[in-house]
């Protein structure tokens, strides 16, 4: 008999300490997750940032583009023979 109680009580021991561990886990995963929650916004501030940033550099790639093609169609009026090179 008592032996078994020794044995309850260690057992009894090994559950509370499973169960501290468990709730300083469950505490580390709500801070991360309030920390994770906390930055979000800031996140979602500079995706947005740099999604507007790839747009206009993609508008000025576009513009360039038609500008390069505008000019390659146009007749070169400025061009000089090729007798006057040196």
């Not at 979000?40 to 508008?59: G, M």
């Amino acid at each position: 008999m008592f032996n078994e109680q020794v044995r309850l009580d260690e057992k009894l021991e090994e559950s509370r300490t499973v169960a501290t561990a468990a709730r300083v886990s469950e505490d580390a995963g709500q801070q991360q997750l309030a920390r994770m929650m906390d930055e979000q916004p800031a996140q979602i501030k500079t995706i947005e940032t740099l999604r507007r940033q790839v747009e206009a550099s993609n508008n000025a790639a576009l513009d360039a583009q038609a500008l390069l093609r505008a000019n390659q169609d146009r007749p070169a009026i400025f061009q000089l023979p090729s007798s006057h090179l040196f």
